[in-house]
Nanobody
Framework: QVQLVESGGGSVQAGGSLRLSCAAS????????MGWFRQAPGKEREGVAV????????YYADSVKGRFTISQDNAKNTLYLQMNSLKPEDTAMYYC???????????????????????WGQGTQVTVSS
């Protein structure tokens, strides 16, 4: 089993920054894709950013490109999401996720689909005020 614990959420004003962390434990040696997803009240969970460690590929939702950066520290089994230039529409619960099997050769849309991931953290709240 894989356990994921997110941290780093909080409340900021528009234009501010936050860095989310996701500590993974358990069968982490087999993890090749990890990502961040978010869900706002009344909305579906959406992919924000995903990283494939094998080929070093990263995928971003169009809404966060140029503002968010996903990174990994494999030695610490930790995934990060640096969020800059935050906007009120970024307000959501942010979840870290990974999968037991990560197919290669996926398209960005496929990589960002929440249904592909079967291990999830409890989430960390991000609130951006205008």
């Amino acid at each position: 089993q894989v356990q994921l614990v997110e941290s780093g959420g909080g409340s900021v004003q528009a234009g501010g920054s936050l860095r989310l962390s996701c500590a993974a434990s358990g069968l982490t040696y087999s993890l090749t894709c990890m990502g961040w997803f978010r869900q706002a009240p009344g909305k579906e969970r959406e992919g924000v950013a995903v990283a494939y460690s094998g080929g070093g590929s990263t995928y971003y939702a169009d809404s966060v490109k140029g503002r968010f950066t996903i990174s990994q520290d494999n030695a610490k089994n930790t995934l990060y999401l640096q969020m800059n230039s935050l906007k009120p529409e970024d307000t959501a619960m942010y979840y870290c996720a990974t999968a037991a099997f990560c197919a290669s050769g996926v398209t960005p849309i496929q990589a960002l689909r929440a249904a592909r991931y079967n291990y999830w953290g409890q989430g960390t709240q991000v609130t951006v005020s205008s």
